[in-house]
């Protein structure tokens, strides 16, 4: 004999969303604790959960809390404790667009640089700075204020053309420099010497066929003369003797005349005269009244 169904509810009526059946989940020991919002409160105890899932729908990362590390699959990115990150191009090229601010030293290779629009201070720290033209020209448009000590090397450097009115240059055979006295003159020694100029005049007033002497003795080493020039109010006879005194020898004779006053003796290349020899210029009045006859004897003390 078939019986009827047994009817699960709160009550007698049927069983509907309205009227429901309040039961608890337990394992035996403990039962299931719902929270008032209808959740639940899960434990996990498994130290490994593997998550499974393709465009994993997470919140907005921000920079405020969140942070990940960078990398290539091999290095990860290096970040120092100042927030900055080291540079390397690897051989290739680095692009900056903005103010790089370089502190730290070790060799910067910029490679070609076309152009600067802005100021660029450099400081040396007390070392030396070495600009590499690659074999070209470096050019340098406007004023450069150098301060200290510039070596430049270069091959017929290009400079503006010299003028005597703002510039002056020293003159030197490679070993000696050329002496300019105060006054603008030079000091010229006659012969190619390397003595001391010798230059002595005298002046005689003479009756007629009356002599005088003009002598430069040799002092301190030989004498190199150049030349004996005289002159005369009328005729004049000068002869011109060298040697130990004593024993003179006559180097030769000029004359002067009214028409011809001044006359000139010039030494032989190298002639020279021993140290305490002397250099005479015998000088004789020909004509027939009181004159004054001069003589001068230059060349070059050793």
Known sequence: MARDAVKISKNLDDNAV?????????DGTDSLAINADGSLNATINNTSIVVTATNL????????????????GTDFLAIAADGSIAVTDNGGSLTVDG???????????????????????IADGGNSITVDDGGASLTVDG???????????A??????????????????????????????????????????????????SLGTGASSNHDYTATGGAFIPDMVIVSSESIAT???LTGPTGTLVSRGKIRTSVEHPNAEFKFPANFSVASTDVVRVVRT???NKTKTLNSSITGAQL
């Open 143 to 153: 004023t450069v204020a150098i301060s200290g000590t510039v070596t430049v090397s």
């Open 18 to 26: 309205g009227n429901e059946i309040i039961t608890s989940i337990s």
């Open 238 to 240: 000068f002869e011109i």
């Open 285 to 287: 009045n020909d004509s």
């Open 155 to 204: 091959t017929d450097l290009d400079i503006r053309d010299l003028t005597h009115v703002s510039d002056s240059v020293k003159i030197g055979d490679g070993t000696d420099l050329l002496a300019v006295n105060a006054d603008g003159s030079i000091n010229v020694v006659v012969g190619g010497s390397s003595g001391t100029p010798v230059a002595v005049t005298n002046e005689a």
């Open 57 to 72: 729908d997470i919140r907005d990362l921000t920079h405020v809390s969140d942070s990940i590390k960078v990398g290539d």
């Open 99 to 121: 103010t790089v601010a370089a502190t730290q030293s070790g060799t910067w290779n910029i490679g070609t640089l076309t152009s600067i629009t802005n100021d660029v201070d």
